[in-house]
Structure formats: C-alpha cells, structure tokens
C-alpha cells in the first residue's frame, strides 16, 4: 500500500483532517522484524481518531503486512458492540454475478426485498441478521455506505480492533474497507455519519 496521498506522507494528511475537524488522532508505525521469507523492510501502521461527540466512534486504519489470515489491512468507521464476540455478519454490495453464484445459499437474507436485492450477507448465526438489520435507519445507512464504493462493506466483528483499549475483548461493528485507508475529506464524514445513525439505533438492543 501506497503510505503518500498527493506527494504528501498519508499521517499529514490525516492529522491536517484532525486539525481541521478537531478530532484527536492517534497513530503508530512500527518497523517489523526482517524474516528469511520476508527480506524487505515493512512497517506496522495502526491510525484511530475519536469522533468529537464524545461517544464511542472511531476512525479506524490498521496495516500490518505480515499478518496471518483475513486481518492485514483495513479502515473505516467503528463502534464496540455489547454481543458475543464469536458473532460474526458481513454485508457488502450485490453484484451481478453473485445471481449466478451457486453457493448463493449460504448468505442469509433479511426479508425485506430492497435491502436484499442490493446486498450479500453472510455470518454465523442467522438470527442476528434480524436482530441488528431490523432497524431502517440501520439499513439506510448500510446501503448509503455500500454505494460509496465498491469495496466497502459493513458488519460485525469482520476485523480485529483489539489495539485500541475500547475494542479490547468486545464486539465490534464497522463500515470498512479491506484495500485502502480512506483519505477523502468528505467521505470520512460520511463514514463517521452513518456509523453514529447505526449505533443510536442499536445502543438499546
């Protein structure tokens, strides 16, 4: 991953958008060891900012190039969530070959026609799709965040956040993606926006 945005080193970037919003912003880089497989020097980027209501909102942006598994590089908008964290739900975009999926039984839907028809979801226990979907300001700002692009999904506990003290052994729900951090003024607004709709409809639950 690319660490400059317009010939600027992306930490600039970021605390110039802390600067201006005035947010916090927290961010370590740590030079990884160098392995026989793995020669070239890498660095450890972690990046979070509370948002500036005082809730538990956060920008999130975690890089690691040598871990193992599904966790190596993500960012978004997140929230700790009170649920078993061995519950898991993704939801992303619905694309047009996914009606040709034949493994298309496995995702799960919520029952309701315009949210289904636009998205796949998928996780380990069915009834919690209902349980935190159920909501329509929920499933407005899911979708909002899907058509930002299309490699952002949203779900819980799809990524690891335990570095940060407030994710450390609990649940998480995120709008995230897993190929880039976002440095889009706007749409880290957008992405702080709709994680605030989706946790003051779920903070009763």
Known sequence: MDYT???KPIIEVFN???LKTKRQIFYTENQLQETKLLQSAMTKRTLYIPDKNGEQIYLIGYHN??????NDLYFGSFFPLSISNEKTLSIRKRFFFDNLNPFKKDTF???????????IIKGNDKNIVKTVLSHYSVQTAILDSLHLADDINAGINC????????????SNFGIFTKSKWVTDFEVLEI???NIRKINSSLIGK
Do not use: R
């Open 5 to 7: 945005y317009n010939e």
């Open 109 to 119: 839907k919520l029952d309701n026609h315009y949210f289904d028809s636009q998205t």
């Open 16 to 18: 110039e958008f802390a």
């Open 191 to 193: 992405l702080l926006k």
């Open 159 to 170: 990524v690891n956040i335990d570095f940060i003290p407030e994710f450390h052994n609990k």
């Open 65 to 70: 190039p040598k871990a193992l598994g599904n």
